[in-house]
């Protein structure tokens, strides 16, 4: 009988008859013509009591007057034996009076199954029976914030507008659509984010829109573009940033939301590109911000001699947002003013481009417009990053870009001066932009 526990290999075989056999005769052949074949040691019937080979196996089927099948004998010998065993069979000629061939087919090692078998459900158990949610401490820490986080969320108004802890302090607030956006807003440290609840906007986020610096952040479908056509109907909003197209605020992670954000765009430039109007007698508010009073309540520019670096010459065409309908009327005086200033500021600008023409260089100037140095245009982002606070204004041989723009913003700068203007999106109101472009 086999042994499971010692069965080394299994030696299968193919056997053929010219006649029709069944499978005693079959076993009856293997065992007598096999018989001192191969010396006592390796007898195969004292070998199968004691367990050294298991039962042989025998599948065997007739058809028009033929025979075949197979053979399968379990061993626990090492190879050597094993394939000692196995040529003996191919050594049988005849099955009771048929003449028949046997031809071994394989020799399976049990054991390469074993083993094979269990990788195989090692990979299944892992897959299947552990917990794959185990967090190191890291996420353990971040996985406590997020619940303390969601725990925070508010509500607001009669009508119970779901809103982050900070909404009624911060200066800046974020308008989004539902609650599942201020969660997820929430789970990454933003407070200041109120749900309007729906295209149809409540007054109360109406009168909150009055007195802070709003960001309208609304989902990239059709539904979110409806909604920023609500406020801009119905709120005083400042910005506006979109999720990606197709994408929702609540699916957005981390660091899609700060691109985002990033990338808002100020109000008007939304009025123009849904071809809304502006209320022209729109009551002005009082907000203490700095970013508000430079968007809502911008004043006139006087010019004035210490203004002159930001002015621009009559061969230079100057790309500046048109001032508010309110304060039309005060431009007109100092029109002339203006044009003897810029007249006046050319006379150092216009050396600075015609040196610069050609060269791929960059001339960063001060306060009172002496160099500081000069630079290749490809180190100009990376110079101005570095700046700390000696630049005033840039003037070099290059294309004035969204990303030069930015950086010229965040520092300070007055004026940026460049060959020509690229594709501008955002244009910061605190830096004048001006090209050598006829």
């Known amino acids: 009988m086999q042994n499971v526990d010692t069965t080394k290999y299994v030696i299968h075989a193919e056997i053929t008859a010219d006649g029709i056999v069944e499978r005693p005769d079959v076993v009856g052949a293997i065992f007598g013509q096999t018989e001192g074949l191969l010396g006592s040691d390796l007898d195969l019937r004292d070998l199968q009591k004691t367990g050294r080979i298991g039962r042989i196996d025998v599948q065997i089927t007739s058809s028009g007057g033929k025979s075949s099948g197979t053979i399968s004998i379990p061993s626990s010998f090492d190879k050597v034996e094993t394939a000692i065993l196995a040529s003996a069979l191919e050594t049988i000629d005849r099955v009771g009076p048929c003449i028949a061939r046997i031809k071994i087919s394989k020799i399976e090692d049990v054991r390469a199954s074993k083993r094979k078998y269990v990788v195989d459900r090692a990979k299944q158990i892992i897959m299947e029976m552990f917990d794959e949610n185990i967090l190191d401490t890291q996420g353990i820490t971040e996985q406590i914030k997020q619940s303390v986080r969601v725990e925070e969320i508010t509500h607001i108004g009669p009508d119970r507008l779901p809103a982050g802890p900070n909404v009624l302090d911060s200066d800046a607030i974020l308008v989004v659509e539902g609650r599942a956006d201020v969660l997820n807003l929430l789970r990454y440290g933003i407070k200041n984010a109120v749900a309007v609840g729906g295209t149809n906007v409540p007054p109360p986020i109406a009168e909150l829109c009055s007195k802070k610096v709003v960001t309208a952040f609304t989902d990239g479908d059709r539904g979110g573009e409806?909604?920023?056509?609500?406020?801009?109907?119905?709120?005083?909003?400042?910005?506006?940033?979109?999720?990606?197209?197709?994408?929702c605020v609540e699916d957005m992670t981390q660091k899609e939301i700060v691109r985002a954000l990033r990338q808002k765009i100020p109000v008007e430039q939304v009025l123009d590109f849904y071809k809304i109007k502006a209320p022209s007698k729109k009551p002005r508010r009082e907000v203490t911000t700095r970013r508000k009073s430079l968007i809502r309540e911008r004043p006139v520019r006087i010019s004035r001699a210490a203004d002159r670096t930001v002015e621009a010459a009559p061969t230079i065409t100057i790309h500046e947002p048109e001032p508010d309908l309110e304060f039309e009327a005060e431009t007109k005086p100092i029109e002339k003013e203006r044009e003897e200033v810029a007249e006046d500021a050319g006379q150092w600008f216009e050396p600075h481009l015609e040196a610069l023409n050609g060269t791929l260089s960059a001339r960063l100037f001060d306060r009172n417009q002496n160099?500081?140095?000069?630079?290749?245009?490809?180190?100009?982002?990376?110079?101005?990053?570095?700046?700390?606070?000696?630049?005033?204004?840039?003037?070099?041989?290059?294309?004035?870009?969204?990303?030069?723009?930015?950086?010229?913003?965040?520092?300070?700068?007055?004026?940026?001066?460049?060959?020509?203007?690229?594709?501008?999106?955002?244009?910061?109101?605190?830096?004048k932009v001006m090209t050598g472009e006829a």
């Open 371 to 431: 160099v500081v140095r000069e630079v290749a245009v490809r180190d100009l982002a990376k110079e101005l990053k570095e700046s700390n606070g000696d630049v005033a204004g840039v003037i070099f041989d290059g294309v004035v870009t969204q990303r030069i723009l930015d950086i010229a913003a965040d520092k300070n700068l007055e004026y940026l001066i460049g060959a020509k203007l690229g594709n501008i999106v955002k244009s910061p109101l605190c830096v």
């Open 226 to 247: 409806l909604i920023v056509k609500e406020l801009l109907q119905v709120a005083d909003i400042d910005y506006v940033a979109r999720a990606p197209e197709g994408k």
